[in-house]
């Protein structure tokens, strides 16, 4: 089982459609979760981060973590064409030191 | 400088060949980390340092591979006898590990082996 898990997709939502984008992780003692975005050919840079159960809201973007579940989601709300990109989601996970493992990556295209 | 700032940003090398890959953090950036990317894929970790320590060198692939950070800043990733699947973009990222920070890892452009 990988440590960290999505979808690759890739995931295509018109523009103004809510997209949504989703993760699941393997340690249970994770305590900090990340989405970046990663447009191509360039670095990851973050988008959000959530450390508690429950929601978080960042303008058009909402994170929500369910410990529980082991699960990590992205919403994207009113999806631009400047939205397509691959989305990382990024654990900190407490073995190891807390060292960040990322998932493979969603990509997520936004028709005009 | 501002952001992080890796070297080469392009390699292009023979199989069986040395590579050193530099990395200069954001100053005052105590935690360091290298990821490795393939196309279509996540970064990989690889090594994390908290200072001049390795905390987690678990991700190195095989012995060929090797970090350094001699003085807690600037970090080199050594690759020994190159081979074609070595070839990836080599990400070097740094962060503050403050229990107040948010654990936002701060990307260089990264370095483009290519192993012919």
């Known amino acids: 089982q990988k440590e960290v898990e999505q979808n690759s997709g890739p995931l295509s939502v018109p523009e103004g459609a809510i997209a949504s984008l989703n993760c699941t992780y393997s340690d249970r003692g994770s305590q900090s979760f990340f989405w970046y975005r990663q447009y191509s050919g360039k670095s990851p840079e973050l988008i959000m981060f959530i450390y508690s159960n429950g929601d978080k809201e960042d303008g058009r973007f909402t994170a929500q973590l369910n410990k529980a579940s082991q699960y990590v989601s992205l919403l994207i709300r009113d999806s631009q064409p400047s939205d397509s990109a691959t989305y990382l989601c990024a654990v900190k996970a407490r073995t190891g030191g807390f060292k960040t493992i990322f998932g493979a990556g969603t990509r997520l295209f936004v028709k005009a | 400088g501002a952001g992080v700032s890796q070297t080469p940003s392009n390699k292009v090398t023979e199989k069986g060949k040395y590579v050193e890959l530099r990395c200069d953090p954001i100053s005052g950036h105590t935690a360091l980390y290298w990821y490795r990317q393939s196309l279509g894929q996540g970064p990989e970790f690889l090594i994390y340092?908290?200072?001049?320590?390795?905390?987690?060198d678990s991700g190195l692939p095989n012995d060929r591979f090797f970090a350094v950070r001699p003085e807690g800043s600037v970090s080199t990733l050594k690759i020994q006898r190159t081979e074609r699947g070595d070839s990836a973009v080599y990400l070097c990222?740094?962060?503050?590990?403050?229990?107040?920070?948010?654990?936002?890892?701060?990307f260089g452009e990264g370095s483009r082996l290519t192993v012919l």
């Open positions: 990222a740094s962060s503050l590990t403050r229990a107040s920070d948010t654990g936002e890892l701060f």
């Open positions: 340092f908290q200072g001049t320590g390795a905390a987690d």
